[in-house]
């Protein structure tokens, strides 16, 4: 059986590897979030082009109803 300077010798060695590996997860996580927030003004932007297209290509749809509307006799 080890001797009890051994065993806490050996916590703290894990303790400082647990230690070690919270901080790459939290510099990890860091630049998770910096890349998911480009991710998001990305896909902010797009929505903002497709929303456009779309409110343009209904607008001339309505025209071109109207127009054939006012050609058509009662």
């Known amino acids: 059986m080890k001797s009890l300077d051994d065993r ?7 303790m400082e ?4 590996l919270m901080a790459d997860i939290r510099a990890d996580m860091r ?3 910096s ?18 297209i779309l409110i343009g ?3 001339a749809l309505g025209g071109l109803a109207f ?5 058509q006799p009662l």
């Open 67 to 71: 127009q054939v509307a006012r050609l």
């Open 31 to 33: 630049g998770l979030r």
């Open 57 to 59: 290509v209904l607008t």
């Open 17 to 20: 590897d647990h230690t070690a």
């Open 35 to 52: 890349e998911v927030h480009r991710l998001d003004h990305k896909i902010d932007r797009h929505f903002m082009w497709l929303a456009g």
């Open 8 to 14: 806490v010798a050996c916590m703290e060695g894990r």
